[in-house]
């Protein structure tokens, strides 16, 4: 049964032009402001909404002023060579340094064929499907993954020592949309948590393990003792290895390898954002992104045609008992898209008060439709 939607909404146009004007206010040059804004909003217009207007001020309002993130971003390209870029984001926007990446990536592959690059000190680069669509949009294909904030313990471990490590693909296909393979390598994601707490909602139970092996569902608590190294995220396929625990904690491990080692980074509990002290400091993430362009290979016709096809046969395969139709990656994405085009971005109570407390601290005279 689909859910009916009772938060109000806010214009695309009007959502996009003041979370700009509220980055500018806040030191980020209009050009990047967009850039980000228009990242954290394919985040809601996906329907993804741990890594949208619910991120805006905590993630990256919240740290600009704490110091931890600058917001002005100056990229320098360490190394490169035709096909490779080694980039330091020195601190800055993580959204920004990972546009630049992925224009200079796709450049490369429509010469080359192929093209990765690696991005070191940086910050949280927003929804990982959004770096991968801009290759697929070229008529590419896209990958990335980023380390993160420790949050996720290893197959038959307590202790949070690894990001949620997204692992993202973004590959063209002949149908409306794209084949969009966007998750964490966790069971859930700190977002997601972060969603459910500004929601008044429970944690479900078995995404998180305590220091004594056992499970918690307050969102709240959850968040505070993931800090203190309390508890901690599963990895994909959950508790131990009868589950297939252990291939998440694989995948987990593989995204922080290449995060970190490709381009020298830190990575796991330096990643924490503190001192041993407590006090704040730079977070200094890594990304990994590759471009490969199909034309090198049979053309992006077939590879389209071939994908679409794939996914096609997928989609009409013989349902579960009681399910009601079968799913391929990006498709739900597109969906929640056609829904909410046309109407803007559902912002819940949480999110109107902080937008209402930025335009007055920002000296803005918008007026928001959900206001009396």
């Known amino acids: 049964m689909k859910k009916i939607e009772t938060r109000p909404y806010i214009p695309?146009?009007?959502?996009?032009?003041?979370?700009?004007?509220?980055?500018?206010?806040?030191?980020?040059?209009?050009?990047?402001?967009?850039?980000?804004?228009d990242v954290?909003?394919?985040?809601?217009?996906?329907?993804?909404?741990?890594h949208g207007c619910n991120r805006f001020k905590p993630i990256y309002l919240d740290r600009i002023k704490a110091?931890?993130?600058?917001p002005v971003t100056k990229t320098?390209?360490?190394?490169?060579?035709p096909t490779t870029v080694v980039m330091d984001a020195n601190n800055g926007m993580g959204m920004?340094?990972?546009?630049?990446?992925?224009?200079?990536?796709i450049e490369k592959a429509k010469t080359y064929g192929m093209a990765?690059?690696?991005?070191?000190?940086?910050?949280?680069?927003?929804?990982?499907?959004?770096?991968?669509?801009?290759?697929?949009k070229a008529g590419m294909i896209g990958i990335t993954g980023t380390?993160?904030?420790?949050?996720?313990a290893p197959t038959f471990g307590v202790e949070p020592m690894m990001g949620t490590n997204p692992?993202?693909?973004?590959?063209?296909?002949?149908?409306?949309?794209?084949?969009?393979?966007?998750?964490?390598?966790?069971?859930?994601?700190?977002?997601k948590i972060e969603y459910y707490m500004r929601s008044g909602k429970p944690t479900p139970a078995g995404l998180v393990i305590t220091e004594d092996g056992g499970t918690m569902t307050d969102s709240a608590q959850i968040l505070k003792d993931m800090r203190a190294g309390k508890c901690s995220l599963l990895p994909l396929g959950g508790m131990g290895e009868e589950t297939g625990g252990y291939k998440g904690y694989g995948f987990t491990a593989i995204v922080e390898i290449l995060s970190a080692a490709l381009a020298g980074g830190p990575f796991m509990k330096d990643l924490t954002g503190k001192n041993p002290d407590g006090s704040n400091k730079m977070f200094r993430l890594g990304h990994f992104f590759f471009v490969i362009n199909p034309e090198f290979f049979m053309g992006l016709d077939t590879f389209r045609h071939t994908a679409g096809e794939i996914c096609r046969e997928l989609r009409g395969a013989e349902k579960a008992p009681g399910a009601e139709r079968i799913y391929t990656a990006g498709e739900k994405e597109y969906l929640a898209w056609q829904e909410r085009k046309d109407k803007g971005v559902p912002v819940g109570e949480a999110i109107q008060k902080e937008f209402i407390a930025l335009r007055d601290e920002c000296g803005l005279s918008y007026k928001f439709p959900f206001e009396k």
């Not at 954290?40 to 741990?50: N, P």
């Not at 320098?76 to 060579?81: A, G, H, L, N, P």
């Not at 340094?97 to 224009?103: E, G, I, L, V």
Request: glycine content about 8%; some cysteine.
């Open 12 to 37: 695309w146009e009007l959502a996009e032009k003041f979370m700009t004007d509220v980055f500018v206010a806040y030191g980020v040059p209009e050009e990047d402001a967009k850039i980000c804004t």
């Open 40 to 50: 954290l909003l394919e985040s809601d217009r996906r329907g993804i909404e741990s």
């Open 67 to 70: 110091g931890t993130l600058l």
């Open 76 to 81: 320098e390209i360490v190394k490169e060579t």
């Open 96 to 105: 920004v340094a990972s546009y630049r990446m992925m224009n200079l990536l």
């Open 116 to 136: 990765g690059g690696t991005i070191f000190n940086s910050t949280h680069y927003g929804i990982a499907g959004y770096w991968t669509s801009m290759a697929e």
């Open 147 to 152: 380390n993160a904030r420790p949050s996720v």
């Open 167 to 191: 692992m993202t693909f973004s590959l063209p296909t002949d149908e409306e949309f794209a084949f969009n393979f966007d998750c964490a390598t966790s069971i859930v994601q700190n977002g």
